[in-house]
Each structure stands twice: as structure tokens, then as C-alpha cells.
């Protein structure tokens, strides 16, 4: 349903624009566009399931192209945005093989990102009006 | 598995559907599901060696 006001409101914002603005702050393409209440969701809880994966000692994996799994990984991880980078700047992520809580805190980490690149693609479905 | 299931069911809710109402429904269902197949698991890999 693409002719809310919020939708013809936006219009001229390039697609592209928002998409960056939601992969880099989540939820913040779809504030952009207006739908705040989605906008706060996708803000609060892609971010604390990262921040939770991190206090579970999860990893955040290197871009090894010789290791595919690692590297698939670490592209997840990326899609998080400003959080992976916030993380990696602070030397955070470094992960605790032998912790109890390493997987499920790779877990989370993973799923969090993950999650957010459906935000992006939804706020993409959004902005081009096909939402 | 509780504080996993209700991250992705809550986004996928708010994904998925544009009503409050409709989010709480299916975000209820999800979760649900979730931990539902998950303790079935558990329990169906309990006997398998490691």
C-alpha cells in the first residue's frame, strides 16, 4: 500500500539513500520513511540482540575468503551496521572459544545482523512503494 | 532459546504485518513456534550419542 502520506511524503528520498541509513543505524530507514513505530522496533531489538551476543562472549569472525563459513559469518555480522563497527572499534567481539556461551552468543550476534538485512530490504519494499 | 525466539518473533511480526493487532497475533504465533519445535528437538536428539 504505497499512498500513505508518509509513503508520498518521502517520495523524491532515494531508495538507495534509505537503505544505507537502515543498514548503517537500524530501524532508521523506516523512521526516515516515516513509520516510527516499526522504525523503534527494528532500532531496539536487532540492537540489544547483538550487544546481548556480545556479553555472551560471541565472536565476531574475520573476512577469511580461505575459510567460506567464517567469511559468510563475518558478512552477517556486518549486516548489523553501526554496532559491528561501534564493536570492532571498542575491541569488542573477540569471543571465548571455551565459554559455555560462546555459540549461542555467535548466535545471536549472527541472527542479529541477518534480521537487519531483512529490515534493509524492507525498507527498500517500502521506499520504492511496493509496501 | 526464550530471549532468541522473542527477538526473531517480534521482528518478524513487524516485518510481516502493518496492524498492531495482527503484529501481536502472528509475533505470538511465531514465538510460540518457535519454542515449541525447539523443546521438540531437544527431545527427539536427547537419545543421539555426541
Same mark, same amino acid.
Given at each position: ?20 541509513? #537502515? ?7 523506516? !523512521? ?39 567469511? !559468510? #559469518? ?11 563497527? !561501534? ?10 572459544? $571455551? ?9 545471536? $550476534?549472527?541472527? #542479529?545482523?541477518?534480521?537487519? $538485512?531483512? $529490515? ?12 | +532459546? ?13 516485518? +510481516? ?23 521438540? +528437538? ?9
Amino acid at each position: 500500500m504505497p499512498a500513505t502520506a508518509a509513503g508520498r511524503a518521502q517520495a523524491p528520498v532515494s531508495p538507495l539513500l534509505i537503505c544505507l541509513a #537502515a543498514w548503517i543505524v537500524p530501524g532508521a530507514g523506516h !523512521l526516515w520513511l516515516g513509520r516510527r513505530q516499526k522504525g523503534l522496533v527494528f532500532l531496539l531489538v536487532p540492537t540489544l540482540m547483538f550487544a546481548f551476543g556480545l556479553w555472551l562472549e560471541g565472536r565476531l569472525f574475520p573476512f577469511e575468503p580461505s575459510q567460506p563459513l567464517v567469511a !559468510l #559469518a563475518a558478512l552477517a555480522d556486518l549486516g548489523i551496521g553501526l554496532p559491528y563497527l !561501534l564493536a570492532r572499534a571498542l575491541g569488542a567481539g573477540a569471543g571465548r572459544v $571455551v565459554a559455555l556461551t560462546y555459540e549461542y552468543g555467535n548466535t545471536f $550476534v549472527i541472527v #542479529a545482523g541477518l534480521l537487519n $538485512v531483512l $529490515v534493509v530490504l524492507d525498507a527498500f519494499d517500502t521506499a520504492t512503494g511496493r509496501k | +532459546m526464550l530471549i532468541f525466539s522473542l527477538g526473531v518473533s517480534v521482528v518478524f511480526a513487524v516485518l +510481516m504485518r502493518d496492524e498492531p493487532r495482527d503484529q501481536l497475533r502472528l509475533g505470538a504465533r511465531l514465538f510460540a513456534g518457535f519454542v515449541g519445535v525447539g523443546l521438540l +528437538m531437544g527431545w527427539l536428539l536427547y537419545p543421539l550419542p555426541l
